[in-house]
């Protein structure tokens, strides 16, 4: 009988994605689901449940809008921060200036972004909280140094 070797799947980083506009979490899972090395577990349109939702769903990353309606996102990402630290946030925001970076850095966000970034900013926004994540845990990820070119995210229909 002849055995083939097993290919390991690489470890994917889980993202789950937080945004009271529908077209604004649809662009942030169209763009995760376009990486190899992250997965979309959903999205939410309200703050109020990051809790019980990331303890169910069991994302690596969350993505959360500053400005999403329910709980104070501000107060919900310290929550999130204190009850289940394996999780990693990245804001965003439509606003970026001095205030909001403050008010991020506060809450414990890994990472800020605009509104308005560019998608390869965003993608390497979420590999460097991936490669942090992985430190801390003290394992390591495969993740492309630098983003690739706008036209080679892959998409999906």
């Not at 937080?18 to 689901?33: H, K």
């Amino acid at each position: 009988m002849h055995t083939y070797p097993t290919i390991s799947q690489p470890q994917r980083t889980r993202v789950l994605c937080v945004d009271d506009s529908l077209g604004n979490t649809e662009m942030l899972s169209m763009l995760v689901r376009g990486q190899f090395d992250l997965e979309d577990v959903g999205t939410l349109n309200s703050s109020e449940e990051i809790l019980s939702e990331v303890v169910g769903r069991r994302p690596d990353v969350v993505v959360a809008d500053l400005s999403t309606p329910g709980e104070i996102p501000l107060e919900a990402i310290r929550a999130l921060n204190k009850k289940v630290p394996l999780c990693h946030v990245v804001a965003f925001s439509r606003y970026d200036h001095a205030a909001t970076r403050a008010a991020a850095k506060l809450a414990r966000t890994m990472e800020l972004f605009c509104k308005r970034s560019e998608p390869d900013e965003i993608i390497q926004a979420l590999w460097r909280v991936a490669r942090e994540r992985a430190t801390r845990l003290g394992s390591t990820l495969n993740l492309p140094a630098k983003s690739p070119e706008p036209h080679q995210l892959r998409t999906n229909p």
